[in-house]
């Protein structure tokens, strides 16, 4: 095992990084806490603008790659140097909250200027590289699917099909890209570890009264974009008998997919988070409803299982309300593990802290996910107030945001230090 060094002792400044969260909450904030800041909006263009300037006044070199993946490299090592990246996302829910992807990513620009500073202050170099990422189209809200640029960025999707993709208005990710100035031209090879700070999304620390969790798996998805299709008509006179109601089929599998859960506890989540109507009008059969269907399992099997189970609830609420179906989409996400180095990682720089690392799933998506087919990965999470994501009230408090960049802030100082080998000595990536 490689001997590892004593590392200089690192301090974030936790009013800075409240600065921070404040400065760029201005962007798409509303008054009661909301965030609406929709990839490559107006108001994400601001916020990536207000990050870009960032990354020059602290001496970060800004990048920017062609599918709108934003950067801040601080080469202290030098060419050839392995790079930790650090960071999330800046785009968010439509009312969403502030703190989702928000904080991961100016977390990693208080923890790098921390520890750029504590090596300064030592007289010493560093065995590792550093980089801010900001994800583009994250949430998945806009665009479909999620984890789009980091997909993009691990080879995952192609470029050409990503920025095809087109929003509810018809704009493609290529026009939304040029109409913020985020069409970008750099290289960014792919870094030798991943970090993400993240607020849990869940209830499990806050319920345990702790402070902080690596998530050490993550679940599979299975996500179709559906259409039922009907006969559009009046809703008076039109004999109930002779409808094709499209929103009718489309309530039986909403129904159905809610019952489908309780044969597998609590390892199978569903979810149709948006559903568009046509022509949606009081008076008026509908004649298409789309629905964004979501199959969430940390086993594989199960979630074989469960499309299995959805294919036969389809044709079933076809037949039920007399219409037929089109698939027009399916994106599917393996589950996995973590990078078990960082998690050890995570676990000695908590304890520094003096706080045990609860190990957690992530039923949701992050970047890292992505980021985890090409590298050593991992998503560190702090409590946020009752569970709550994507909503206004949505809150991690001043202190816990501190607290988990703070663990960042030491885990990044142990790379600098030793550099990949310290992953390698906590465990490696199997």
């Known amino acids: 095992m490689p001997e590892t060094k004593t ?17 760029v909450c201005v962007f798409g904030g509303g008054s009661d806490g909301a965030l ?33 993946n934003q950067f801040g490299v601080l080469e202290l090592a030098g060419p050839g140097a392995p790079t930790v990246m650090v960071g999330s996302h800046l785009d968010s ?17 208080e923890a790098i200027l921390s520890v750029r500073g504590a090596l300064d202050a030592a007289g010493l170099a560093s065995a590792c590289n550093f980089a801010v990422a900001n994800w583009t189209n994250e949430e998945g809200a806009r665009f479909q699917p999620s984890l789009l640029g980091s997909s993009v960025f691990t080879g995952a999707a192609e470029l050409d099909w990503a920025l095809a993709r087109r929003d ?64 559009q008509a009046h809703t008076g ?43 949606n009008s009081p008076n008026t059969v509908p004649s298409e409803a789309v629905l964004f269907i979501e199959l969430r399992s940390g086993s594989p099997a199960i979630l074989k299982e469960a499309e299995l189970r959805l294919k036969a ?20 996400r393996a589950a996995g593990p ?20 609860r190990h957690l799933d992530t039923i949701g998506g992050h970047d890292a996910v992505s980021l985890s087919a090409v590298c050593p990965a991992v998503v560190l999470a702090v409590p946020c107030r009752g569970g709550v994501m994507h909503h206004p009230t949505e809150f991690t408090s001043p202190e816990d945001q501190a607290f988990g960049t703070q663990v960042l802030a030491d885990m990044l100082m142990i790379l600098a230090t030793d550099g990949m080998a310290a992953i390698e000595s906590e465990g490696g990536r199997s």
């Open 93 to 109: 829910q439509p009312n969403g909250g502030r703190f989702d992807g928000t904080l991961g990513v100016l977390a990693a620009c």
């Open 237 to 279: 006179p039109t004999p109930m008998a002779e409808r094709r109601d499209a929103l009718l089929g489309a309530a039986y599998l909403i129904a159905d997919l809610k019952a489908m859960v309780a044969d597998y506890g609590l390892d199978l989540h569903t979810s149709v988070g948006r559903l568009e109507v046509r022509p």
């Open 338 to 357: 973590m990078a078990p180095g960082l998690v050890r990682l995570a676990e000695r720089a908590g304890a520094a802290n003096g706080t045990p690392t």
């Open 36 to 68: 609406t800041r929709l990839t490559l909006s107006r108001e994400d263009g601001q916020a990536r603008d207000w990050l870009a300037a960032w990354f020059s006044a602290h001496g970060l070199t800004p990048k920017v790659d062609a599918i709108g």
């Open 7 to 23: 590392p200089p002792p690192v301090r974030i400044d936790p009013a800075r990084l409240q600065a921070m969260m404040e400065g």
């Open 168 to 231: 509810g208005d018809g704009i493609t990710v290529a026009e939304a890209l040029s109409r913020i100035g985020y069409a970008g031209t750099d290289a960014v090879p792919v870094p030798d570890a991943f970090i993400e700070l993240h607020i849990e999304g869940g209830p499990i620390l806050e319920r345990e009264g702790l402070r902080f969790g690596a998530f050490t798996r993550y679940w599979g998805a299975t996500k179709y974009r559906l259409a039922f299709l009907g006969r």
């Open 313 to 332: 609830a389809i044709e079933l609420a076809c037949a039920r309300a007399e219409v037929g179906h089109e698939v027009r989409s399916i994106d599917r």
